[in-house]
Protein backbone atom coordinates (compact mmCIF):
# COMPACT_ATOMS: atom_id res chain seq x y z
CA UNK A 1 0.00 0.00 0.00
CA UNK A 2 1.75 3.63 -0.84
CA UNK A 3 2.32 5.82 1.51
CA UNK A 4 1.04 9.04 2.30
CA UNK A 5 1.33 12.08 4.20
CA UNK A 6 -1.22 10.44 6.73
CA UNK A 7 1.11 7.93 7.44
CA UNK A 8 3.92 10.51 8.64
CA UNK A 9 1.56 12.04 11.34
CA UNK A 10 0.27 8.75 12.17
CA UNK A 11 3.93 7.72 13.00
CA UNK A 12 4.07 10.25 15.27
CA UNK A 13 1.06 11.20 16.51
CA UNK A 14 1.94 11.57 20.12
CA UNK A 15 4.16 14.48 18.86
CA UNK A 16 1.35 15.77 16.17
CA UNK A 17 -1.15 16.21 19.33
CA UNK A 18 1.45 18.10 20.98
CA UNK A 19 2.24 20.25 18.25
CA UNK A 20 -1.25 21.20 16.97
CA UNK A 21 -2.80 21.20 21.05
CA UNK A 22 -0.07 22.77 22.78
CA UNK A 23 -1.63 25.46 25.36
CA UNK A 24 -0.05 28.08 23.23
CA UNK A 25 -2.31 27.90 20.90
CA UNK A 26 -5.38 27.05 23.07
CA UNK A 27 -4.26 30.14 24.85
CA UNK A 28 -4.66 32.20 21.55
CA UNK A 29 -7.82 30.54 20.12
CA UNK A 30 -9.37 31.29 23.63
CA UNK A 31 -7.43 34.93 23.82
CA UNK A 32 -6.03 34.01 27.16
CA UNK A 33 -2.82 34.32 26.11
CA UNK A 34 -0.59 37.18 27.41
CA UNK A 35 -0.02 39.38 25.16
CA UNK A 36 4.02 40.10 25.75
CA UNK A 37 4.13 35.82 24.74
CA UNK A 38 2.54 36.62 21.64
CA UNK A 39 4.88 39.56 20.94
CA UNK A 40 8.04 37.59 22.00
CA UNK A 41 6.54 34.78 19.14
CA UNK A 42 6.06 37.09 16.13
CA UNK A 43 9.48 38.35 16.52
CA UNK A 44 10.87 34.88 16.48
CA UNK A 45 8.33 33.95 13.75
CA UNK A 46 9.69 37.13 11.72
CA UNK A 47 12.80 35.61 11.50
CA UNK A 48 12.08 32.12 11.13
CA UNK A 49 10.16 33.32 7.96
CA UNK A 50 13.54 34.48 7.03
CA UNK A 51 15.05 31.25 7.08
CA UNK A 52 11.96 29.45 5.00
CA UNK A 53 12.45 31.49 2.45
CA UNK A 54 16.02 30.34 2.73
CA UNK A 55 14.64 26.73 2.23
CA UNK A 56 12.69 27.75 -0.76
CA UNK A 57 15.43 28.61 -1.86
CA UNK A 58 17.98 25.62 -1.70
CA UNK A 59 14.79 23.93 -2.42
CA UNK A 60 14.79 25.17 -6.32
CA UNK A 61 18.41 24.29 -6.58
CA UNK A 62 17.65 21.08 -5.08
CA UNK A 63 14.49 20.74 -7.52
CA UNK A 64 15.27 18.01 -10.42
CA UNK A 65 12.07 19.05 -12.48
CA UNK A 66 10.69 22.37 -13.90
CA UNK A 67 7.54 21.69 -12.18
CA UNK A 68 9.14 21.45 -8.79
CA UNK A 69 11.53 24.39 -9.38
CA UNK A 70 8.33 26.87 -10.22
CA UNK A 71 6.96 25.65 -6.58
CA UNK A 72 9.80 26.36 -5.20
CA UNK A 73 10.21 29.98 -6.87
CA UNK A 74 6.44 30.35 -6.17
CA UNK A 75 7.20 29.95 -2.38
CA UNK A 76 10.41 31.92 -2.18
CA UNK A 77 8.55 34.76 -3.79
CA UNK A 78 5.53 34.21 -1.70
CA UNK A 79 7.40 34.80 1.28
CA UNK A 80 9.95 37.39 0.41
CA UNK A 81 7.53 39.66 -1.57
CA UNK A 82 3.99 39.04 0.49
CA UNK A 83 4.41 36.98 4.01
CA UNK A 84 7.41 39.47 5.30
CA UNK A 85 5.52 42.68 4.26
CA UNK A 86 2.59 41.35 5.82
CA UNK A 87 4.65 40.39 9.26
CA UNK A 88 6.07 43.17 9.37
CA UNK A 89 2.81 45.20 9.39
CA UNK A 90 1.10 42.72 11.68
CA UNK A 91 4.10 43.55 13.97
CA UNK A 92 3.69 47.14 13.71
CA UNK A 93 0.10 46.98 14.92
CA UNK A 94 1.69 44.70 18.16
CA UNK A 95 4.52 47.60 19.10
CA UNK A 96 7.02 45.84 17.41
CA UNK A 97 9.09 48.14 14.49
CA UNK A 98 11.04 47.17 11.70
CA UNK A 99 14.09 48.39 13.17
CA UNK A 100 13.53 46.25 16.16
CA UNK A 101 12.74 43.42 14.09
CA UNK A 102 16.06 43.82 11.67
CA UNK A 103 18.17 44.05 14.93
CA UNK A 104 16.82 40.65 17.18
CA UNK A 105 18.76 37.82 18.20
CA UNK A 106 17.72 34.33 17.23
CA UNK A 107 16.03 32.38 20.44
CA UNK A 108 17.84 29.15 20.02
CA UNK A 109 14.17 27.36 19.46
CA UNK A 110 14.47 29.29 16.43
CA UNK A 111 17.78 28.44 15.54
CA UNK A 112 17.55 24.88 16.48
CA UNK A 113 14.00 24.28 13.77
CA UNK A 114 15.47 26.28 10.99
CA UNK A 115 18.84 24.98 11.16
CA UNK A 116 17.62 21.21 11.29
CA UNK A 117 15.14 22.36 8.30
CA UNK A 118 18.22 23.55 6.15
CA UNK A 119 20.66 20.78 7.04
CA UNK A 120 18.08 18.14 6.40
CA UNK A 121 17.56 19.45 2.74
CA UNK A 122 21.34 19.98 2.71
CA UNK A 123 22.15 16.56 3.25
CA UNK A 124 19.10 14.64 1.76
CA UNK A 125 17.22 15.70 -1.24
CA UNK A 126 13.95 17.69 -2.16
CA UNK A 127 11.69 15.26 0.01
CA UNK A 128 13.66 15.53 2.71
CA UNK A 129 13.25 19.11 2.86
CA UNK A 130 9.92 19.03 1.91
CA UNK A 131 9.19 16.50 5.30
CA UNK A 132 11.21 18.78 7.10
CA UNK A 133 9.09 22.03 6.32
CA UNK A 134 5.90 20.23 6.13
CA UNK A 135 4.87 20.95 10.19
CA UNK A 136 4.71 24.11 9.99
CA UNK A 137 3.54 24.44 6.12
CA UNK A 138 0.22 21.69 7.01
CA UNK A 139 0.27 22.33 10.83
CA UNK A 140 -0.90 25.50 10.62
CA UNK A 141 -3.32 25.25 9.22
CA UNK A 142 -4.78 22.30 10.98
CA UNK A 143 -4.48 24.37 14.12
CA UNK A 144 -6.78 27.22 12.72
CA UNK A 145 -8.78 24.55 11.26
CA UNK A 146 -9.20 22.73 15.17
CA UNK A 147 -9.58 26.30 16.74
CA UNK A 148 -12.30 26.65 14.61
CA UNK A 149 -14.33 23.38 15.60
CA UNK A 150 -13.68 24.00 19.26
CA UNK A 151 -16.12 25.73 21.21
CA UNK A 152 -13.72 28.02 23.36
CA UNK A 153 -12.19 29.74 20.67
CA UNK A 154 -13.21 33.14 20.48
CA UNK A 155 -13.55 34.77 17.56
CA UNK A 156 -13.56 38.61 16.20
CA UNK A 157 -13.14 41.94 18.33
CA UNK A 158 -13.11 39.88 21.78
CA UNK A 159 -9.75 38.04 20.28
CA UNK A 160 -6.91 40.09 20.14
CA UNK A 161 -5.23 37.15 18.17
CA UNK A 162 -8.08 36.70 15.87
CA UNK A 163 -6.00 37.91 12.57
CA UNK A 164 -3.85 35.42 13.28
CA UNK A 165 -6.38 32.70 13.47
CA UNK A 166 -7.98 34.38 10.29
CA UNK A 167 -5.18 34.51 8.25
CA UNK A 168 -4.32 30.51 8.32
CA UNK A 169 -7.74 29.77 7.64
CA UNK A 170 -7.83 31.74 4.99
CA UNK A 171 -8.71 30.09 1.25
CA UNK A 172 -5.19 31.00 -0.02
CA UNK A 173 -3.09 28.93 3.01
CA UNK A 174 -5.81 26.24 2.72
CA UNK A 175 -4.98 25.86 -1.01
CA UNK A 176 -1.49 26.06 -0.07
CA UNK A 177 -1.48 23.48 2.79
CA UNK A 178 -3.36 20.89 0.63
CA UNK A 179 -1.18 21.38 -2.86
CA UNK A 180 1.67 20.99 -0.26
CA UNK A 181 0.00 17.84 1.12
CA UNK A 182 -0.73 16.45 -2.83
CA UNK A 183 2.81 17.32 -3.62
CA UNK A 184 3.95 14.83 -0.58
CA UNK A 185 1.52 12.02 -1.16
CA UNK A 186 2.50 11.72 -5.06
CA UNK A 187 6.19 11.57 -3.48
CA UNK A 188 5.54 9.33 -0.44
CA UNK A 189 3.64 6.67 -2.68
CA UNK A 190 6.89 5.80 -4.18
CA UNK A 191 8.69 4.95 -1.47
CA UNK A 192 10.33 2.24 0.52
CA UNK A 193 9.83 1.04 3.70
CA UNK A 194 13.41 1.85 4.55
CA UNK A 195 13.37 5.26 3.06
CA UNK A 196 9.62 6.16 4.62
CA UNK A 197 11.73 5.24 7.98
CA UNK A 198 14.24 7.92 7.33
CA UNK A 199 11.62 10.22 6.48
CA UNK A 200 9.56 9.55 9.67
CA UNK A 201 12.48 10.56 11.85
CA UNK A 202 12.77 13.78 9.73
CA UNK A 203 9.34 14.63 10.33
CA UNK A 204 8.82 13.38 14.12
CA UNK A 205 12.18 15.52 14.82
CA UNK A 206 10.77 18.74 12.78
CA UNK A 207 7.56 18.51 15.04
CA UNK A 208 9.06 18.45 18.42
CA UNK A 209 10.87 21.29 17.21
CA UNK A 210 7.92 22.86 16.09
CA UNK A 211 6.49 22.22 20.01
CA UNK A 212 9.71 23.71 21.27
CA UNK A 213 8.67 27.13 19.32
CA UNK A 214 5.67 27.65 21.08
CA UNK A 215 7.24 26.35 24.20
CA UNK A 216 10.09 29.66 23.69
CA UNK A 217 6.69 32.05 22.92
CA UNK A 218 4.77 30.55 26.17
CA UNK A 219 7.90 30.59 28.62
CA UNK A 220 9.40 33.84 26.93
CA UNK A 221 12.95 32.23 26.47
CA UNK A 222 15.82 32.86 24.58
Not at 24 to 48: I, M, R, T
Not at 52 to 66: D, G, I, N
Request: aromatic share 12%; with cysteine; glycine share 4%.
Amino acid sequence: MPYQFEDLKSSCQTEWCAYIEHSFVQQLGNASLAPEAFQHYLKQDYLFLIQFARAFALAAYKSPTLSDLRQAKEGLQAIVDVELGLHIDYCKEWGISEEELANLPEARATLAYTRYVLDAGNRGDLLDLHVALSPCMVGYGEIANRLNSRAETIRGDDNPYDAWIAMYESDEFQEAMHAEIRWLDERLADVSPARFQQLTRIFSDATRLEIDFWEMGLKLSD
